[in-house]
């Protein structure tokens, strides 16, 4: 599974002032990273915005939250073979 980050630091700025998170939501800074999980749909865990942000994200600030998304990650996908290891031990 590749990891996939998006990131955009003011949505009209950036040329996304008709995406639908901007006119519905007002959402004018996002941070996401996807989630995978082993047996379940993908997941992502994001920081939105309703502000612009004054600067594009910095390297640290993706690299912390692509960090934090692998970490949810690696947690759910344990606690799920933790899970499916402890129904197979019940029987």
């Not at 004018?28 to 612009?52: C, K, M, Q, W």
Request: aromatic share 12%.
């Amino acid at each position: 599974m590749p990891d996939v980050q998006s990131f955009v630091a003011g949505f009209v700025e950036d040329g996304f002032g008709d995406a639908r998170a901007y006119e519905e939501f007002e959402v004018n800074a996002y941070l996401g990273t996807r989630i995978g999980l082993a047996d379940d749909h993908d997941r992502s865990l994001f920081f939105v915005s309703s502000e612009p942000k004054a600067e594009p994200f910095s390297e640290d600030e993706r690299t912390f939250h692509h960090l934090m998304g692998q970490w949810c990650s690696t947690n759910s996908n344990a606690s799920a073979t933790s899970r499916n290891s402890a129904s197979a031990n019940s029987t």
